[in-house]
């Protein structure tokens, strides 16, 4: 199961632009930015990653969700997931939010 995470992450980092060689630097810059736990949103991992050099909204949801998988599944982290309610009429679940 892990190896098919990391082939999935892979390929949705790259169809978002990253060369495959750069994979493991964003990966391992993102686990830097949440791996003394804290609360998280895409959005605030994406803003420390753009600081890094990484470029805006580096990050799509289902990539940092993959990446946080694999902190779960591979590293036994334990993980809270948060909804946030949008304030955009008809959405029915906002950006998620992580609690390591």
């Not at 949705?12 to 060689?21: D, H, P």
């Not at 470029?55 to 993980?79: P, R």
Request: charged share 20%.
């Amino acid at each position: 199961m892990v190896r098919q995470l990391h082939k999935y992450l892979i390929e949705r980092l790259t169809a978002r632009g990253f060369a495959i060689e750069h994979v493991p630097g964003v990966v391992r810059n993102v686990l830097h930015l949440i791996g003394d736990g804290g609360v998280f949103t895409t959005e605030m991992v994406n803003q420390q990653l753009e600081l890094l050099g990484w470029g805006a909204d580096a990050l799509d949801e289902t990539s940092f969700q993959l990446i946080v998988c694999i902190l779960e599944s591979q590293f036994d982290y334990k993980v809270s997931h948060y909804s946030i309610n949008q304030e955009k009429k008809g959405a029915e679940e906002g950006p998620k939010t992580y609690m390591m």
